[in-house]
Structures are given as structure tokens and as C-alpha cells.
């Protein structure tokens, strides 16, 4: 099915919330989406980043949703799967588009991140999601991902695994080796993502953080209860370390109405339980998911932060949601390093 990219509100009044506050002065202002599952539809379904249609977060929507800096999940897949062989193709299949497009760029750090958009690229972030994908060598693994530029490590995924419970099987803890992941990886100046993992196990990541944790893709059960949404005690937990909760896009994880008013509902109840230097959006777009009516791509995004403004947001809390607040929290965390 072909997408249309178009916006409905005002495109001026849109760019200017867009580009408004950046977080210190000269400096490209950042517009983040903290979690795209778009490296398995270009392996999976063979698509290049700058298709015409077909993706919800490919180059093309991502342009004309203001976006500048796509976290680019590597997903290890579900069970059965040879999860590091999975992630080395989503891997290997990012890096090819890196190289063949001059439009994006694999970041590193915080100040690539910002030159890249300053220098009107989009800025491509390498996270993993689940750790399983890293296999039995998990450490080795963990030292070669960071040398090619992996800089978002999430503990789980639907399943529990050695690290940690998951939300989707009703698992436990934090185990053993998953606090030796945590460590090793703030170690390394990356973040960690407790997006998917149990409540058991984002408070026991909580309580062993050196930097801040990232929640790149959940949403507020106290909006609508659901195991893959925070509770008031996890979101607190992750704002205690510094760290960024993204909203999710995903319509089953929205409730209400599942649609833009339904995403505002949760921004606004994270807003005043943790205020808006602690959140961020990670759309989850290309995974798969059932889109909010009025938010079908990464285009689209100009609608929500629209209707945040309408409720009286103000611009230096768009900017923090749109981007910046995650700056802050990837600049401390690469600080560890």
C-alpha cells in the first residue's frame, strides 16, 4: 500500500516546534525516535532505507517527519531463531545502507549525532534488542558490537532470558548475568534499554544503574494496564537514574480510543508524574505494530507534538520530549565510559 506523508496542521507552526529549543545555543537541535524496527524489513522484506513506500520509518517518512536521529533496533527474533546470526544480518544489512546513502550516518556519540543533523543527515543509532542476541560469548559479543558502533544494549525481549524476566512471559528479576551485563555495558558508555523487561527486573536495574536507563519503547499503565506499559514505581525508578522513558505507538499498548488523543493521555500523565526532561518517543514503528488512528508513520509525528502544544506544552518541553531529553541522558551515560 502506498503512504501518503502528508500533515493536515500548519507546516510553519509545525517546523517551529520542530526546531524549538536546543540544548545549548549553536548546537542543531535534536528530533529523536528512541525505537524503529526498520533493520528487519530491510532484511526481512530486502527493502533499501530510501524506498519510496513501504516503510513506516524509512528515509522518506523520516524526512518529512522532521526526524533526525532514528535508533535503528537490531532484533535478535523470536524463539527457535539463531539470535547473534539474526542480529549479525540486521547488523551487517544497517551498515550497507550506512555506506551506500549519503543522507545517514551511523552515530557514535551525542556530538555525531548533532553534526549529523547540523549537517542535514539523519543520524542512524545501533541499538539491540534482546540480549539474547549477543549468544553464549555474550562479553566478546557485547566488546565487537561496541567497536562498530552498537550504543543501545535492551536486556530483553518478549521471552525471559539469562539476563532478565520479560514482561511478555511474566518473568523474574535481574539475574546474575544480567547485572554483569548492566555493568559492563555503562562500563562501555552504552545505554541500557529495560523497554520489555519485567517489573521485577527494571527495578533491580534501577537499583544497580551507574548511569541513566532508558526506556526506549513502554507507555503508563496507570493510563491503561498492560504488562508491556511502566507502573508509576518503574517510570520514577528510571527518572531516579537519569534516565528517559519513550512512548510506545503501538495502538494494543495505548488503550482508550487507540489514537493520537490516546498517545497524549499517556505523554501527559508521565509529564506529571516525572515532568518532561525524563521523556522521549519511541514509536516502534516498522515493528509490526497496529498504528494509533491519526499516526500512521513516522511522518505523522508533527500531529502529536501539535496536540501536545494545543494542551499547553510548553516549547521547552517539546524539545525535551522531541530530543533532547535523551540527549542529556546519552551524553551522561557515554560519560561513564
Known amino acids: 500500500m502506498t503512504r501518503s506523508f502528508r500533515c493536515a496542521a500548519s507546516p510553519g507552526a509545525l517546523l517551529a516546534v520542530l526546531v524549538a529549543g536546543s540544548a545549548r545555543a549553536g548546537e542543531a537541535a535534536i528530533v529523536a525516535d528512541l525505537h524503529l524496527d526498520t533493520p528487519s524489513q530491510l532484511a526481512d522484506?530486502?527493502?533499501?532505507?530510501?524506498?519510496?513506500?513501504?516503510?513506516?520509518?524509512?528515509?522518506?517518512?523520516?524526512?518529512?517527519?522532521?526526524?533526525?536521529?532514528?535508533?535503528?533496533?537490531?532484533?535478535?527474533?523470536?524463539?527457535?531463531?539463531?539470535?547473534?546470526?539474526?542480529?549479525?544480518?540486521l547488523f551487517a544489512r544497517l551498515e550497507a545502507e550506512d555506506a551506500r546513502l549519503d543522507a545517514v550516518r551511523v552515530v557514535r556519540t551525542p556530538a555525531e549525532a548533532r553534526a549529523a543533523v547540523g549537517a542535514g543527515?539523519?543520524?542512524?543509532?545501533?541499538?539491540?534488542?534482546?540480549?539474547?542476541?549477543?549468544?553464549?560469548?555474550?562479553?566478546?559479543?557485547?566488546?565487537?558490537?561496541?567497536?562498530?558502533?552498537?550504543?543501545?544494549?535492551?536486556?530483553?525481549?518478549?521471552?525471559?532470558?539469562?539476563?532478565?524476566?520479560?514482561?511478555?512471559?511474566?518473568?523474574?528479576?535481574l539475574t546474575d548475568d544480567g547485572r554483569r551485563l548492566l555493568a559492563a555495558a555503562q562500563a562501555r558508555g552504552l545505554l541500557v534499554d529495560v523497554s520489555h523487561a519485567s517489573r521485577p527486573a527494571t527495578l533491580a536495574a534501577c537499583a544497580a544503574a551507574r548511569a541513566p536507563l532508558v526506556a526506549s519503547h513502554?507507555?503508563?499503565?496507570?493510563?491503561?494496564?498492560?504488562?508491556?506499559?511502566?507502573?508509576?514505581?518503574?517510570?520514577?525508578?528510571?527518572?531516579?537514574?537519569?534516565?528517559?522513558?519513550?512512548?510506545?505507538?503501538?495502538?494494543?499498548?495505548?488503550?482508550?480510543?487507540?489514537?493520537?488523543?490516546?498517545?497524549?493521555?499517556?505523554?501527559?500523565?508521565?509529564r506529571a508524574l516525572v515532568g518532561a526532561r525524563h521523556l522521549a518517543i519511541g514509536s516502534d514503528y516498522d515493528g509490526w505494530i497496529q498504528t494509533p488512528a491519526g499516526l500512521p508513520d513516522a511522518a505523522s509525528r508533527?500531529?502529536?507534538?501539535?496536540?501536545?502544544?494545543?494542551?499547553?506544552?510548553?516549547?521547552?518541553?517539546?524539545?525535551?520530549?522531541?530530543?533532547?531529553?535523551?540527549?542529556?541522558a546519552w551524553e551522561q551515560a557515554a560519560a561513564v565510559r
Not at 524506498?51 to 528515509?59: K, V
Not at 523520516?62 to 546470526?85: F, I, N, Q, S
Not at 542512524?124 to 550504543?151: F, P, T
Open 302 to 328: 508533527p500531529r502529536l507534538i501539535a496536540a501536545l502544544a494545543a494542551r499547553g506544552w510548553s516549547a521547552e518541553e517539546l524539545a525535551l520530549l522531541q530530543g533532547e531529553a535523551f540527549l542529556r
Open 121 to 173: 543527515r539523519i543520524g542512524l543509532l545501533v541499538a539491540l534488542e534482546g540480549a539474547e542476541g549477543l549468544g553464549a560469548d555474550w562479553e566478546g559479543a557485547l566488546a565487537a558490537a561496541d567497536l562498530r558502533g552498537l550504543r543501545m544494549v535492551g536486556l530483553v525481549w518478549s521471552r525471559s532470558n539469562r539476563f532478565a524476566g520479560s514482561s511478555g512471559d511474566g518473568g523474574g528479576g
Open 45 to 89: 522484506r530486502g527493502l533499501p532505507l530510501d524506498a519510496p513506500a513501504g516503510l513506516e520509518a524509512g528515509l522518506v517518512a523520516l524526512r518529512a517527519g522532521g526526524v533526525g536521529l532514528a535508533t535503528m533496533a537490531l532484533w535478535a527474533g523470536k524463539a527457535g531463531v539463531d539470535h547473534p546470526a539474526r542480529v549479525e544480518r
Open 218 to 270: 513502554s507507555g503508563a499503565a496507570a493510563v491503561f494496564d498492560h504488562p508491556r506499559n511502566l507502573s508509576d514505581a518503574e517510570a520514577r525508578c528510571i527518572a531516579g537514574t537519569g534516565g528517559v522513558i519513550a512512548l510506545n505507538l503501538h495502538a494494543a499498548f495505548l488503550g482508550g480510543a487507540q489514537d493520537l488523543q490516546a498517545a497524549v493521555a499517556h505523554l501527559e500523565h508521565l
